[in-house]
């Protein structure tokens, strides 16, 4: 079954795996792992003790926060998903996707098409539980 698949697929073959000892990866399991945790609840906790720096003495109900507090507040969360993401070793790429659609928009629709200032639609495939804060 394992050569059936592997002939489909020869690109993502291991060639390697017949090399691999299972007591090797423990010691460095039982090392990183908690050392990733305690980051991990280190970053959650600064990001939260931050973002109630910055709501402090703003009453919510009135509206949403703006100027100052705004882009501290977002550049904060910024730099606590790399702090995350780096604790947990993750990584995260972005993509720009330029896909033709002239078949069904015409042929010049990229020369007539305005864009947006912002993206409105962000499309990930959530495989962890920390890609909202990838998505920064």
Partial sequence: MTEERDSKYPAFRRYDASQWAKWKFYPGALILMPIRVVLAIICFFSCYLITR???MCHDLRRGPLTGWR???LMYSYKFCSWALMTSLSMRSRRRKVDVDYSEYL????KETTQYPERVSTIISNHLTFVDTTMLF
């Fill in 106 to 109: 015409g042929a010049d629709y």
């Fill in 70 to 72: 705004s882009k501290g």
């Fill in 53 to 55: 720096l910055f709501v």
